[in-house]
């Protein structure tokens, strides 16, 4: 595996990548669901590409970017027996130079939820990955249906913008009792990890809920809201029971809908979703 942290040796390396190249963006402490795209991107192109950029710019002002869970080493490792070509561990300066100013806005796919809750973090995360796609230059680029918002936003750029590359979506990789992996479950507490369970117990009753018949959204947005606050450790922010496209809360269920929440535990705060077919 070859490692480039400049852009110049970045560029190098990539020269002599065979196609189809496929790239994973990470912001490392890496953990089984960002392995499970990893071996996606592994197996369906000739090269894989990753990188680990902790972003400042998709952080807010009040965030855990100086918090966000570190382990370049422990990364690197990861990437090695994932059989990645190239590891791309870039400084903030190679990224946002002196006198970079150019900034990203999808529009109103990044106005909800996690745009709502986290004000500029669309901004950043659009902006970063056109950065990085621009110069890593993959065929295809692979994304976790974790972040559900974000592969939406990044759909969108990567249209907008006329870039050649395809982006894939994996599936939620989860613990054995739900919880959806996460860089920063390391954070939790004991109790605040027992705790988290509520989250995937939450969207698993609403779908429960969905399949037995229920149509009024807001019936499941408040069957999530009561799950979620009968656990005192839980601090819910939001629940959605949104069109899986546009992100628009529903009145009645049908389509293609995307069932999301946050809640923090502590100052960790996490994501969930499940993605329902309801025809
Ligand atoms: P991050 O390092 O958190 O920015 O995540 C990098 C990529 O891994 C993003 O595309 C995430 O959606 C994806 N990812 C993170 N957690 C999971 C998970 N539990 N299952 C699948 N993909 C994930």
């Known amino acids: 595996m070859e490692v480039a942290r400049t852009l110049a040796s970045l560029r190098r390396a990539r020269l002599s990548l065979p196609a189809p190249v496929g790239a994973v963006l990470t912001m490392g402490a890496l953990?089984?669901?960002?392995?499970?795209?990893?071996?996606?991107?592994?197996?369906e192109c000739a090269s894989v590409v990753a990188s680990v950029f902790v972003n400042p710019t998709q952080f807010g002002p009040a965030e855990d970017f100086e918090r966000y869970p570190r382990d370049e080493t422990g990364d690197l490792a990861a990437?090695?027996?994932?059989?990645?070509?190239?590891?791309?561990?870039?400084?903030?300066?190679?990224?946002y130079p002196h006198g970079s100013a150019t900034t990203v806005d999808v529009g109103p796919i990044?106005?909800?939820?996690?745009?709502?809750?986290?004000?500029?973090?669309?901004?950043?995360?659009?902006?970063?990955?056109?950065?990085?796609?621009?110069?890593?230059?993959?065929?295809r680029t692979y994304f976790g249906q974790k972040d559900a918002q974000q592969t939406?936003?990044?759909?969108?750029?990567?249209?907008?913008?006329?870039?050649?590359?395809?982006?894939?979506?994996c599936p939620t990789v989860r613990e054995?009792?739900?919880?959806?992996?996460?860089?920063?479950?390391?954070?939790?507490?004991?109790?605040?990890?027992?705790?988290?369970?509520?989250?995937?117990?939450?969207?698993?009753?609403?779908?429960?809920?969905?399949?037995?018949?229920?149509?009024?959204?807001?019936?499941?947005?408040?069957?999530?809201?009561a799950v979620v606050a009968s656990e005192p450790l839980a601090r819910p922010e939001y629940v959605s029971a949104a069109?899986?496209?546009?992100?628009?809360?529903?009145?009645?269920v049908a389509g293609e809908v995307l069932l999301s929440l946050a809640a923090r535990f502590g100052d960790t705060r996490l994501i969930d979703n499940i993605p329902l077919t309801v025809r």
Not at 31 to 43: E, I, Q
Not at 244 to 249: K, N, Q, S, W, Y
């Open 31 to 43: 953990h089984d669901g960002h392995r499970s795209l990893l071996a996606r991107a592994r197996g």
């Open 243 to 252: 069109d899986a496209h546009t992100l628009r809360e529903l009145e009645v």
């Open 110 to 139: 990044a106005q909800p939820l996690e745009g709502a809750a986290r004000p500029g973090h669309f901004r950043g995360v659009a902006t970063v990955v056109t950065v990085l796609l621009n110069l890593i230059g993959p065929e």
């Open 152 to 169: 939406l936003v990044v759909r969108r750029l990567v249209d907008d913008l006329g870039m050649p590359v395809q982006v894939v979506v």
């Open 79 to 95: 990437l090695e027996s994932a059989h990645v070509d190239l590891a791309f561990l870039p400084l903030v300066e190679e990224i």
């Open 176 to 225: 054995a009792d739900g919880l959806a992996l996460s860089s920063r479950n390391r954070r939790l507490s004991p109790a605040e990890r027992a705790a988290t369970t509520v989250l995937f117990r939450a969207l698993e009753e609403a779908r429960a809920l969905v399949e037995a018949g229920e149509r009024d959204a807001e019936a499941v947005r408040q069957r999530m809201r």
